[in-house]
């Protein structure tokens, strides 16, 4: 039976990612960008899971789940949330939601498929990344088309292919986490700075005041 997966992720790279790791005709995966998009999906017809990413962009994540949490149409929906290496979680907040699993990135492809593919009850054989293929396979292999999505992979890929393909993803994400992190530091130095400031400007005044 076909299993229908929402993923609300902004990161390309992810959602292509998802795509080969649940390829047609199996899967059919509905891709979202935004709470509002996520709403539309699951009332035009309930998925048999949802994958929502936590640093969905101009969202309350917590409150979006919460929302979906409430209506009983979706009483008992799987549901994996995805967080980036240095995101905060509110725990509290995170207690109080019906949830599957919390996955941080990067993953390990081939777990998150497994996990997703047993709670949905799919095929037992996830699919592996390129790096972990075989090396002692010959080159001119051929990669049966069965493993991934029509959309995102051709029918057919010699294994030397395959770097030219996932190297722009792999690069692609090394670089949203490299600006997350980079986005932690400096919001990290400006509190060291404010902080210092004030401290400063209140020893000043202490001076003044004498």
Do not use: H
């Amino acid at each position: 039976m076909r299993r229908r997966i929402i993923i609300a992720e902004s990161s390309p790279s992810v959602q292509r990612l998802f795509e080969m790791l649940f390829p047609e005709p199996d899967y059919e995966l509905k891709r979202c960008t935004s709470g509002d998009e996520l709403l539309m999906a699951l009332n035009d017809n309930c998925p048999d899971a949802l994958v929502l990413s936590l640093s969905l962009p101009g969202e309350d994540v917590y409150e979006l789940v919460a929302k979906i949490n409430s209506k009983p149409e979706f009483e008992g929906l799987p549901i994996f949330l995805l967080k980036n290496a240095f995101e905060p979680i509110d725990e509290i907040r995170l207690a109080s939601l019906d949830y599957t699993s919390l996955i941080s990135k990067p993953f390990d492809s081939e777990r998150v498929a497994d996990l997703i593919k047993q709670v949905l009850g799919g095929p037992e054989e996830p699919l592996s990344l390129p790096e972990e293929l075989e090396e002692d396979k010959e080159e001119d292999k051929m990669i049966s088309k069965d493993e991934f999505s029509r959309k995102t992979v051709p029918y057919f890929l010699k294994s030397e292919d395959w770097l030219s393909f996932i190297k722009p993803i792999i690069r692609q994400e090394i670089l949203s986490l490299e600006r997350e992190l980079e986005k932690r530091i400096t919001a990290s130095l400006r509190n060291e700075l404010k902080s210092w400031l004030e401290a400063s400007i209140s020893r000043l005044k202490g001076k003044k005041e004498r």
